[in-house]
């Protein structure tokens, strides 16, 4: 409820406390209107900054379950998805980058337990925790991606470092993690990742297929005992895919569009398999000449269909719109192949999309001066 207060406030002063913005469509920063004076000119290219900014989030599409969705647990993630996207809001109202946006958010989604990244990840099939990140920077095409980092915090954060700090567009395990604390990034040990819902997960899925059930990881809290109750909150066991990756893409004042996604990646997942968030292209991608896109859904399908760039493609080739470009990709083309997931998507000139086809995904966007939207299921708006 707080938080909600809290969103409606920072919305009012995002629609009382601006001048009117000025819109452009080319996804550069529109020109000076004056430039009479030195200092017209000072102030001018400081308001030529102003392009309406705009967010949408997303923490995972799956098989979501209203007759399995306890009323704490629904309001716990709807609370996530707000605090997240009220963060990346509060970063773009005050001119901050699309970048510094989606990365102020996506920490925030990889330290709550219900989603699939940082805390909370789902586990691989030897019982650790293995995440993978990209950010891309749609004004430079620059591009940070890791995967199987076991020690790093803020997995977006080490990709965004990639990106910035390394001559590299993609650094994988214990490399991925010593490049971090190269930086500077906060190291962990594995068991911060770790959470009881998730390891029940894997736990269960390894005994339907019958493969070994590793030791509990080290340094974590013994295991409950059976009688205990559970906790509906974090139950997060359902039928089907398992949901909760993380992604955003953001538009700023500049005009530039980025795109980010962290994720654990499959439950029991094996061999250092790797899902489509941090390829580039895939579960990722961002250009101002185009579109920003980051997926949710099961990696490998999104991997061969090139699900970011391809809708990108849709847009910049094909001059569709932003929502018929991913609904052509989400509906019709990953459907067709039965690989389940969404997108969501954000243009320079401020269209917004999402698309899934599955039964949920969780979801948030707003516009500056607009209202927050956050939903869960299919029939939501
Ligand atoms: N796309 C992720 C992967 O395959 C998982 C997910 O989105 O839930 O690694």
Known sequence: MKLRIALLLLCSAMVFGQGAPVASSSGK?????????????????KQSVTHPWAVVLHGGAGVMNRARM??????????????????????????????????????????????????????AADGTNQLDAAMMDGATLRAGAVADVTHTRHPISLARAVMERSPHVMLIGPGADAFAASVHLEQVPPSFFFTEARWRDLVHDLEGEGLPVPPRPAGVPPAPSADKPRSSLFDLSDDGHRFGTVGVVALDRRGNIA??????????????????????GAGTYASNDSCAVSGTGVGEYFIRYT??????????YKGM??????DEVVQH???AAHGDGGVIAITPDG???????????FRARIKEGGKAEIAIYKDEP
Request: glycine share 8%.
């Open 307 to 316: 699900v970011a760039r391809t809708i990108c493609a849709l847009v910049q």
């Open 29 to 45: 920063p529109a020109p000076a209107k004056t430039a009479a004076t030195p200092a017209a000119t000072a102030s001018a290219s």
């Open 70 to 123: 306890t009323p704490e647990r629904e309001a716990a993630y709807r609370a996530g998805l707000n605090e997240a996207l009220t963060a990346a809001a509060s970063v773009l109202n005050k001119g901050g980058s699309s970048l510094d946006a989606i990365e102020a958010a996506i920490q925030l989604l990889e330290d709550n337990p219900l989603f699939n990244a940082g805390r909370g990840a789902v586990f």
């Open 259 to 280: 795109a980010g996604t962290s994720t654990g990646g499959l439950t029991g997942k094996r061999w250092n398999r790797v899902g489509d968030s941090p390829v580039i």
């Open 351 to 361: 269209q917004l999309a999402w698309s899934f086809n599955t039964p949920g995904m």
């Open 321 to 326: 719109k932003l929502q018929d470009a991913a």
């Open 333 to 335: 083309q990953l459907a």
